[in-house]
C-alpha cells in the first residue's frame, strides 16, 4: 500500500512469497541435486531396466556428461546472479531450454510407450480377475499426468531464470546509461570554464564588461 501511494512500483512475488531471485535460487539447488542424483547413479558397465526398457550404458553415459554439463551451467548462472552479468545467466538460460526440449521428447516416448504397450503393467491376480485394460488405462493416465507436471515445472524453471535474467540486463543497461550520463556532464562541467570568457558567435558585450586575454609574441 506504502509503495502504491508513494509511487512506487511493488516488487512482484510468486505465489506472494517468492521474488524472481529467490525463484531462481530454488530452480539451481533443485537442478543441482538431479545432477548429482545423475552423476552418482550412471554406471558404465552395467544395464540398467525400467518398465520393461533397457537403458544401456552409452545411454547412461550421455546423461552423466549432460548432468556434468549442467553442474557448469548452475554455476554459470549462479555466478551471473551474484555479478549481475547477463551472458552468465544466458548460458544457463539456454541449458535449460535444450532441457526441457529433450525432456519433452522422452515423456513423450514414455507417455507413447505406456499406452500402447502397456510396459507398467505386470501379469498379476489383479490383472487375470479384471484383465489389463483398465490397469493399462489407469497407469496410462498416471503417466501423462506427471509427465504433464514435470513439463510444467521445466516451464516454471525458464520462467525464473528468464526474468532473472531480463531483469538483470535492463539493470545494467540503466546502469551504463546513468554512467554515460555522468561522463558527458563531467566533460560538460570541464569544458564551460575554457570557453567562459568567449563571447557568443553574434553577440556583442558591453565594454568592460568582460577581460580578454592578448597573446604575447616574442
Keep these: 500500500m506504502a509503495g502504491t501511494l508513494y509511487g512506487q512500483k ?8 517468492l521474488t524472481h531471485e529467490q525463484c531462481m535460487l530454488c530452480v539451481c539447488s533443485f537442478n543441482a541435486a538431479i545432477c548429482v542424483f545423475c552423476l ?12 520393461g526398457v533397457t537403458v544401456g550404458t552409452g545411454f547412461q553415459m550421455c546423461v552423466g556428461a549432460w548432468a ?5 551451467a548452475i554455476t554459470s548462472g549462479l555466478i551471473g546472479f551474484a555479478q549481475e552479468r547477463v551472458f552468465p ?5 539456454w541449458y535449460l ?9 522422452f515423456l513423450f516416448f514414455l507417455v507413447k510407450k505406456s499406452a500402447t504397450e502397456c510396459v507398467f503393467v505386470h501379469e498379476g491376480f489383479q490383472t487375470q480377475r479384471v484383465g489389463n485394460n483398465f490397469s493399462c488405462t489407469l497407469w496410462s493416465f498416471a503417466v501423462l499426468v506427471a509427465a504433464m507436471g514435470i513439463t510444467a515445472c521445466m516451464c516454471f ?3 525464473a531464470v528468464s526474468r532473472v535474467k531480463d531483469k538483470t540486463g535492463l539493470h545494467v543497461d540503466e546502469s551504463i546509461g546513468e554512467s554515460a550520463a555522468l561522463l558527458l556532464r563531467q566533460k560538460g562541467a570541464q569544458s564551460a570554464p575554457r570557453n567562459a570568457s568567449l563571447p557568443a558567435e553574434g553577440v556583442q558585450h558591453p565594454w568592460g564588461s568582460r577581460s580578454y586575454k592578448q597573446a604575447e609574441f616574442s
Excluded at 552418482?40 to 518398465?51: M, N, R, Y
Excluded at 531450454?97 to 521428447?105: F, K, N, R
Design 10 to 17: 511493488k516488487e512482484y512475488r510468486f505465489l506472494g512469497i
Design 40 to 51: 552418482g547413479t550412471v554406471s558404465p558397465e552395467i544395464d540398467l531396466k525400467f518398465a
Design 68 to 72: 556434468l554439463i549442467g553442474i557448469f
Design 89 to 93: 545467466l544466458a548460458v544457463y538460460f
Design 97 to 105: 531450454v535444450a532441457t526441457t526440449v529433450l525432456m519433452v521428447l
Design 157 to 159: 524453471a525458464l520462467w
